[in-house]
C-alpha cells in the first residue's frame, strides 16, 4: 500500500487474533508499530515473534488513566502518531437476561470506553501533528441484532456512532472509519463455538465460510494508506456477504 513505510502506527489488542494479524500487515508494508495489550504472556510471545516493535505495552484500554501512561510511552518511542486502530474487545455469549451489571460494564468497558480512551489520545496528538488516520474496529454485530450478544451489539452500534461524529469533528486533518467484520474465526470465536455451530454459520454465510484474520488486517491497511485518502465517517463491512441478505444470510 502506498503511503505506510515508516508511518508510526498504535495497534490496540494487537497480540492475538485480529489485532496480531493487523500488527503483522503493517510490519510488512514498512511501519513502525507499537501494541497495547492487557495480556502479559501474549505479549512476550508477540515481541519475541516480531522483535522490530517498536513497543509493546501492558495496559488495559478500560482504564483511562492506563491508556494515558501508554501514550505518555509511545511519545517516548514515536514523538508523534500517524495511525491509531482501536482493535482491543471481548465478548461474552450470554443471554440477555443472564447478563450480568459487571459483565455488561465489563464489555462495554472495552469495546467502547476503550476507544474512546484510545481515540481520544491519538486525535490530539494528530492535531498537533500533520493529521493521521484513527480507525476503530466494529462490528456487523452494529448493524443487526445477534441473539446472546446484547451487550457486545450495544457496544459495536455505539463505536459507529462515535466513529461518525469524530470524522466530522476531526476532519480535515484526521481520517476516522470503522471496520466492521463478520464472522472471523480467531481464538475468541474458537472459545464460544462447537465445530457444529461452526459448520451452521459456515452455511449461512454466502462465501460458505468465516474471514481470516489476514483479510482483515489487509482492509486496515488499505484503509490506513495513501490509496484511500477520501474514506472518513463510515462503517466499512467486510463479511463475506453475510448481512447482504437480511434473515436470509442467517
Same mark, same amino acid.
Given at each position: ?9 498504535? +495497534?490496540?489488542?494487537? #497480540?492475538?487474533?485480529? $489485532? /496480531? ?8 508494508? %514498512?511501519?513502525? =508499530? @507499537? ?25 488495559? +484500554?478500560?482504564?483511562? #488513566?492506563?491508556?494515558? $501512561? /501508554? ?8 514523538? %508523534?502518531?500517524? =495511525? @491509531? ?44 501533528? %500533520?493529521?493521521? =488516520? ?117
Amino acid at each position: 500500500m502506498k503511503g505506510l513505510s515508516g508511518r508510526r502506527v498504535l +495497534v490496540t489488542g494487537g #497480540a492475538s487474533g485480529i $489485532g /496480531a494479524a493487523i500488527v503483522a500487515r503493517f510490519l510488512e508494508e %514498512g511501519s513502525r =508499530v @507499537a501494541v497495547i495489550d492487557r495480556d502479559p504472556a501474549a505479549n512476550r510471545a508477540l515481541a519475541q515473534r516480531h522483535p522490530s516493535l517498536a513497543a509493546v505495552l501492558e495496559a488495559d +484500554v478500560s482504564n483511562a #488513566a492506563a491508556v494515558a $501512561g /501508554a501514550f505518555a510511552k509511545i511519545d517516548g518511542v514515536f514523538g %508523534g502518531l500517524d =495511525v @491509531a486502530i482501536n482493535n482491543a474487545g471481548i465478548s461474552i455469549r450470554h443471554d440477555f437476561l443472564d447478563i450480568t451489571p459487571e459483565e455488561w460494564r465489563r464489555v462495554m468497558g472495552v469495546d467502547l470506553d476503550g476507544v474512546f480512551y484510545v481515540a481520544q489520545q491519538a486525535a490530539r496528538r494528530m492535531l498537533a501533528g %500533520g493529521g493521521g =488516520v484513527i480507525l476503530n474496529m466494529g462490528s456487523t454485530s452494529g448493524m443487526n441484532g445477534y441473539p446472546r450478544y446484547a451487550d457486545y451489539d450495544a457496544a459495536k452500534a455505539g463505536v459507529i456512532e462515535l466513529t461518525r461524529t469524530m470524522a466530522l469533528e476531526l476532519a480535515p486533518k484526521i481520517r476516522v472509519v470503522c471496520v466492521c467484520p463478520g464472522y472471523v474465526w480467531t481464538p475468541m470465536q474458537e472459545a464460544e463455538y462447537t465445530a457444529e455451530m461452526k459448520a451452521a454459520v459456515d452455511a449461512k454465510i454466502p462465501l460458505r465460510r468465516h474471514a481470516k484474520p489476514e483479510e482483515i488486517a489487509a482492509l486496515y491497511a488499505f484503509l490506513a494508506s495513501d490509496e484511500a485518502p477520501y474514506i472518513t465517517g463510515h462503517p466499512v463491512i467486510i463479511d463475506g456477504g453475510e448481512i447482504a441478505g437480511g434473515l436470509a444470510s442467517r
